[in-house]
């Protein structure tokens, strides 16, 4: 078993044996902790190995997943799509350790504590495997009963609580410690990371408390970190400066935000449609004693009860229409099949890829085609000529929207019935004569989205749609590191990251019925697209006006901001990394611009193979790794929790760092013996 100790700092001065500090307990943070112990055994140079994990919020949860938050936040991902264990569709050179995805663990939680019948057919079709893995460690005392209600309700499809998965998290990180080998110890710093130095060839971290640990390989696996201000922002706060009746809520994890400070029935502008409105809406409303109940008689199928404390919110957003309501499969989602898209061996592509001419074409054609095939499934009498005829015609057409929609429009002649991307991607077109109609707009399209969600598998726009979301997965994997030129990058990558995100990452459908009856309650109302927001420093109020809207302007003291930055190593807020860039152990990585010129993005320099930093002159830093979401520009798909059997790029990378931290480790391990001789090593820390 693991030797753990819960403590004080390894002593600065005589390095004994090899120490790995992790920095960040999240789900990335605890998958490196298990991947470094199941990759150990490859490494025989390590007789003992010190690993210490630092985070300063709840170790095995991290900030976004701690379990102490409401339970009103629920995850975007479905219970059964979610996983901190390798399969043998990962990509990777260490072992395959299965077990029991998020749903597989809850179910099997609740059999253990209060077997049935009904729950023994549940859990016997759980992989054996998984079964084991679960077996090893018991979950903690009280657990089932604190999420009793869930438990029992939780099915493949369902929305968990964020603060559920957050206690998965954390039997996954107790479960990594416990199957550590013996050779191992582990120590935990409940502590921010706040600068890095070298000494004499090791790692110096120094920390919030202002104790100093020494180590030799370092894995930073942050998650979201903090930016310095926009100008936009800075200017924000010299308005605030002179007028302290005004509020900016910054953008943030949600419940991390000052949204508890918003007062009782204000007026607010709020920027923002996506992951982070439905969150603050959330908890601007049941979260402040106010409920939705179920009422047929309601075009939302529920409607608002106030308690009289909420805000009344006047959103815009880019588009200025909420995501997209995720489709009710009552199972994990379909995987695309993107045959046009995979039938290229991007292997073989010279890099830099110009992605807006050779993948977004075959990404088109394919959303065509999975329209196209359920549209014949379920109404084939939309249909002039046989379905062979349409997916032929898809083929041989150039992959614009335009093109595949005048070929194929003498076989399916309703307008109304073919599959108009270019409406999906900008939903609102021309201009409004005042913003109740531009809400009342909004709304319909809202309602006709859950329509569409409510079909699940038998919705074509929603299979199209579906199929360009999951296309980011794809693109991704060949666009990473550089793998797509600077000027496409900044035009239809990022434009599928965008509309794929709104259309595949949107709000479970229950989150899109409770913003309808909150317009129907008078709470809501949609300002317009891209409107634009100025604290007027005249007025002591901020003020937001879409130019598509007439009579949108709407001036109110409070801003709410519901979103979260990226990272931008460029302008890091970050003291960790002001440390890295001042000691010259990093850059910000680039790309190549179709004239050859270099274009710099705001995530870390990493070495693709290791996660070792690059410093400024392109050599590669010794001991300092990166992994995750501060390398979303460099190798995309960092947000996305993994996926069972998808080969996630989580795993993957987490397994990639692991072995090289090791190594490092290793290489520390062999100098500490030719240095040392057979002298004998101290006890770890006491």
């Known amino acids: 078993m693991t030797r753990f100790i819960d403590i004080r700092p390894l002593s600065t001065s005589c390095p004994s044996r090899p120490v790995i500090a992790l920095i960040g307990a999240g789900p990335r943070g605890v998958s490196l902790l298990e991947r470094i112990g199941a990759n150990l055994a490859d490494f025989t140079d390590i007789d003992h190995l010190d690993i210490l994990v630092i985070d300063d919020t709840q170790l095995g949860a991290g900030r976004i997943w701690r379990t102490d938050q409401t339970r009103q936040m629920c995850m975007n991902t479905l219970a059964g799509a979610v996983t901190l264990f390798t399969d043998d569709t990962v990509t990777m050179a260490g072992p395959i350790a299965p077990g029991p995805t998020l ?23 759980i992989d054996p495997a998984h079964r084991a893995a679960f077996a090893s460690l018991a979950v903690r005392p009280g657990f089932v009963d604190d999420y009793r209600d869930e438990l029992e309700a939780i099915t493949v499809a369902s929305h968990p609580s964020r603060s559920l ?42 920390l919030s408390t202002g104790e100093v640990l ?73 979260g402040r004693g106010g409920r939705f109940v179920d009422d047929s008689l309601t075009r939302a199928g529920v409607r608002y009860e106030p308690s009289g404390r909420e805000p009344k919110m006047h959103v815009t957003s880019h588009r200025g229409v909420p995501y997209r309501a995720k489709s ?50 379920v109404r084939p009498e939309a249909f002039a000529a046989p379905l062979t005829t349409v997916l032929a015609t898809i083929d041989t057409t150039e992959g614009l929207p335009s093109a595949l929609d005048a070929a194929i429009a003498p ?25 109740e109609t531009f809400t009342a707009w909004v709304v ?30 794809l693109a991704n994997v060949i666009g990473t590191f550089g793998g797509f030129d600077a000027e496409s990058r900044a035009s239809g990558f990022r434009a599928l990251q ?54 949108s302007a709407v001036t109110s003291p409070v801003l709410i901001d519901a979103w979260m930055h990226a990272h931008d190593v460029t302008a890091s ?110 006890t770890f820390n006491g």
């Open 214 to 286: 020494a180590c030799d390989a370092v894995v930073a696996a942050t998650g979201w970190m903090p930016r310095d201000h926009t100008d936009e922002e800075h200017g924000f706060l010299a308005v605030l400066a002179r007028h302290r009746e005004m509020m900016w809520v910054r953008p943030d994890n949600p419940i991390d935000q000052a949204l508890g400070d918003v007062p009782d029935g204000a007026t607010a502008i709020v920027r923002g449609l996506g992951m982070g409105f439905f969150d603050a809406m959330t908890l601007l409303t049941i």
């Open 328 to 377: 009710l499969y009552g199972s994990l989602p379909p995987s695309a099949p993107q045959r046009h898209l995979r039938s290229v061996d991007w292997s073989t592509i010279p890099r830099p890829i110009d992605f807006d001419r050779q993948l977004w074409p075959l990404i088109v054609k394919d959303a065509f085609v999975d329209y196209y095939e359920t549209l014949h499934r």
């Open 573 to 682: 807020a970050d003291t960790l990394t002001h440390s890295l860039v001042a000691a010259g152990r990093t850059r910000p990585f680039s790309v190549r611009g179709r004239d050859g010129r270099r274009h710099p993005t705001g995530g870390f320099d990493v070495d693709p193979q290791t996660g070792l930093l690059v410093r400024p002159d392109g050599t590669r830093d010794t001991a300092f790794h990166v992994a995750g979401i501060p390398l979303d520009e460099v190798m995309g798909d960092t947000i996305i929790s993994p996926m069972p059997r998808t080969d996630p790029t989580m795993l993957r990378e987490t397994d990639r760092v692991a072995r090289s931290v090791l190594r490092v480790a290793a290489e520390a391990a062999t100098s500490l013996r030719t240095s040392r001789g057979s002298r004998v090593s101290p």
């Open 411 to 435: 076989h399916v002649p309703d307008a109304t019935d073919r599959f108009d991307l270019p409406a999906a991607m900008s939903p609102v077109r021309g201009a409004f004569p005042d913003p």
């Open 444 to 473: 319909d399209y809202m309602a006709d989205d859950l329509t569409e969600s409510a079909k699940g598998r038998d919705s074509a726009i929603k299979a199209g749609l579906w199929s360009i979301s999951a296309a980011r997965q």
């Open 103 to 125: 749903f597989e663990w809850c179910r099997l939680a609740l059999d253990a504590a209060h077997p049935s019948p009904s729950s023994a057919i549940q859990v016997a079709d």
């Open 165 to 206: 998965y957050g206690e998965y998290i954390r039997w996954c990180f107790e479960r990594a410690l416990n199957t550590m080998p013996e050779r191992v110890t582990v120590a935990t710093h409940l502590a921010r990371a706040v600068g890095i130095r070298e000494d004499g060839g090791r790692q110096l971290i120094e």
């Open 498 to 551: 965008a509309f794929g995100g709104m259309v595949g990452s949107g709000p479970p459908a229950f989150r899109s019925r409770q913003l309808l009856a909150l317009v129907d309650a008078g709470l809501v109302r949609f300002i317009g697209p891209a409107a634009h927001v100025i604290a007027d420093d005249e007025l002591g109020l901020f003020r937001a006006e879409s130019p598509a809207v007439a009579g």
